[in-house]
């Protein structure tokens, strides 16, 4: 070790509140069951039974959970939606969508650091983010796309076969894609995106934990992620959003 | 709609089931008959006979494109006697490739005259898609092309039924690659209310349900978001199938001569397309009422859904995707997918321990030595 050993003194920041973590873990719970049962009900397994039909109900069982979960998978990405208006400044809206240069920016940096194994400013093999970098707010972005995908395509599959007036607003969506066959195949394509996305996001949690040290895996049970001292003290006053230090 | 003063001259359809021979209860046994597929109350039933008793017979252009004849087919053999020798035989007689006695230049006069003489009141109806690739050469009829055929004929209609899933939304003929630019009359005709029946073919009492209604209420059946016959197609062959209860409890047919298959599981794992295709088969039957596909133990093939021929095989549950291989499906795609993102994490997970390692390092150190200096 060629340099001097810099013991850092670390800062508590409260990155994610309860209700996003609520958020995340629910939704955690809720697509692990929507996959679960949707791979059954695309291709159920081959059970052989001496029980009379009438005794059992497991393709049922598997559909009433895949639509029971359907309706809280929607109704916490509502939520989630809402609270990108008021959430912290690490849950806001503008996390996710690059719309300015800095953002835009900022996943380059990300990219380079990241992806291409450069050497960023000051030859540091790391990148500051406290709440999401750019590149992964954008991806968070991308997911709410296909969330939405879901929602559309789903609750339009469920809805001919629905009493209550909500799944019926859907009804327009397999009229679109010309009837139930193809907007069955969109459903079941989307769900591949969400399998991926889980893996590479995990994967990522534990990568940016590891080298940067900040304990990026526990801040979505606690909700802090700890940053430098002197990475603290340069970046205070010259935070976009001053609020936050109340 | 109709205009009832200028088709006066025309018998009622009850003068013409008279002539036929048939009696006053043959008809009313059609009427309650055509009155419950028409899925109306029983209220209803004194009306279908007082319009069908008193309204003179409207005139019908019943055109043939890109088609295979089974619509008719299917029309003809529709369970009650009265459908085919009144509705098909009286209504039709104007102009039918298929049907009429008529050929060559007396055809083309009567179809001129039926269009003339009843401009605006009219039924025309279509069977078969409209070729629209080199000008429409693939069909042509009399040295016209079928899309000025359809296009001079639909001008003068009252309403246009797209019979079968041809006319309704292109069937085989526009499966990919789509050689003759196969299209669905909808497309092509603006201005005109155009109820699809689709089906290969439609059932001959939904195609006779829908005509019964136009006579009866003189205006055409309620219709869903996709153009079709509330009464006929609200309902998906899987809800109203015999099988659902096996469905329910996860007994399936493996293969076609399996011990499942004996036993008349659901045949959803063998390709059923029930669950997203929306017809009556399950209720009204075929052949007066005889059996359907799944009731003879085949699956579904959704042939009365948009693109049926494109949208997945029709003995798997599998969706396929198109241009990968032959044809590879969602979730061998997916799988792959998986492969190669364990593949690119695996890689990327030995970079970063290359690449960075002097952070790595001073991170372990630096825990290290506070190890080192803790007495806890």
Redesign the interface.
């Known amino acids: 070790?060629s340099?001097k050993?810099?013991?850092?003194k670390l800062r508590r920041v409260y990155v994610w509140e309860l209700p996003v973590r609520m958020y995340h873990w629910l939704n955690v719970l809720v697509l692990i069951a929507l996959v679960v049962t949707g791979f059954y009900m695309?291709?159920?397994?081959?059970?052989l039974?001496k029980?009379e039909?009438?005794?059992?109900?497991?393709?049922?069982w598997?559909r009433y959970i895949h639509f029971a979960a359907a309706y809280l998978f929607f109704f916490n990405f509502l939520f989630r939606l809402y609270w990108g208006f008021t959430g912290n400044k690490y849950a806001n809206w503008k996390q996710f969508i690059p719309i300015s240069r800095r953002f835009l920016k900022e996943m380059w940096i990300v990219f380079k650091i990241d992806?291409l194994?450069m050497k960023g400013k000051n030859g540091?093999?790391?990148h500051l983010s406290v709440g999401h970098n750019a590149m992964a707010g954008f991806i968070y972005f991308l997911t709410f796309i296909v969330f939405l995908i879901q929602c559309l395509t789903g609750f339009g599959l469920y809805a001919?076969?629905a009493s209550w007036w909500f799944p019926k607003l859907f009804?327009?969506v397999p009229?679109v894609f010309?009837?139930?066959?193809?907007?069955?195949?969109i459903h079941?394509?989307a769900m591949?995106f969400f399998?991926?996305f889980a893996?590479?996001h995990v994967?990522l949690v534990f990568?940016h934990d590891?080298?940067e040290?900040r304990g990026e895996i526990s801040s979505m049970g606690g909700g802090w992620k700890f940053i430098e001292d002197d990475v603290f003290e340069k970046n205070k006053h010259t935070t976009p959003n001053p609020e936050s230090a109340k | 709609m109709i205009n009832d003063a200028s088709v006066l001259k025309q018998p009622t359809y009850y003068e013409e089931v008279e002539r036929k021979g048939y009696s006053r209860r043959d008809f009313m046994k059609f009427v309650s008959m055509i009155t419950a597929f028409m899925g109306l109350e029983k209220s209803a039933i004194g009306q279908v006979a007082k319009a069908l008793e008193t309204k003179p017979r409207i005139p019908v252009i019943w055109l043939h494109f890109q088609e295979c004849t089974c619509c008719s087919e299917s029309f003809i053999r529709s369970s009650h006697p009265i459908v085919a020798d009144i509705l098909l035989d009286k209504i039709s007689l104007d102009y039918t490739e298929t049907l009429m006695a008529a050929s060559g230049t007396q055809a083309e006069e009567a179809l001129k005259n039926t269009m003339t003489k009843y401009k605006g009141q009219y039924i025309l109806c279509v069977e078969g898609s409209v070729p629209l690739a080199a000008d429409g050469v693939y069909c042509m009829i009399g040295g016209k092309t079928s899309i000025q055929i359809l296009e001079e004929a639909a001008e003068g209609a009252a309403a246009i039924i797209a019979w079968g899933s041809c006319a309704s939304?292109g069937c085989v003929q526009s499966a990919k690659p789509n050689p003759t630019k196969a299209t669905p009359i909808h497309k092509l005709v603006s201005g005109k209310p155009v109820i699809k029946v689709p089906g290969c073919p439609p059932i001959g009492e939904v195609m006779a349900g829908v005509i019964v209604h136009y006579l009866a209420f003189g205006k055409i059946p309620e219709l869903?978001?996709?153009g079709r016959p509330k009464a006929f197609y609200?309902?998906?062959v899987h809800?109203s199938c015999y099988r659902r209860?096996?469905?329910?409890?996860?007994?399936?047919v493996?293969t076609f001569d399996d011990e499942n298959a004996k036993k008349g599981y659901c045949l959803?794992?063998v390709g059923c397309?029930g669950?997203?295709?929306?017809n009556a088969c399950g209720v009204m039957k075929w052949n007066n009422g005889t059996s359907y596909p799944i009731q003879s133990g085949h699956p579904c093939i959704?042939c009365s859904?948009?693109?049926?021929w494109d949208?997945?095989r029709m003995y798997e549950?599998?969706?396929a995707?198109p241009g990968f291989g032959i044809e590879a499906n969602?979730?061998t795609?997916?799988k792959i997918?998986?492969g190669a993102?364990?593949v690119a994490?695996a890689g990327?997970?030995i970079?970063?321990n290359i690449?960075?390692h002097?952070?790595?390092?001073?991170?372990e150190?630096?825990?290290k030595?506070?190890e080192h200096e803790l007495n806890v």
């Open positions: 070790m340099k050993l810099h013991i850092q695309s291709n159920p397994l081959a059970i039974s029980k039909a009438v005794n059992s109900y497991t393709m049922g598997f992806i194994m540091k093999s790391e001919p076969m009804a327009w009229a010309g009837g139930d066959i193809l907007t069955r195949v079941h394509w591949w399998i991926l893996i590479v994967y990568y590891y080298i040290g | 939304n869903d978001r996709l609200s309902k998906r809800d209860p096996f469905y329910d409890a996860g007994l399936f493996e959803y794992k397309k669950p997203s295709t929306y959704g859904e948009e693109n049926y949208n997945g549950r599998a969706s995707f969602a979730d795609l997916g997918a998986l993102t364990a994490i990327h997970a970079a970063t690449g960075k002097t952070t790595i390092h001073n991170l150190e630096e825990g030595e506070s």
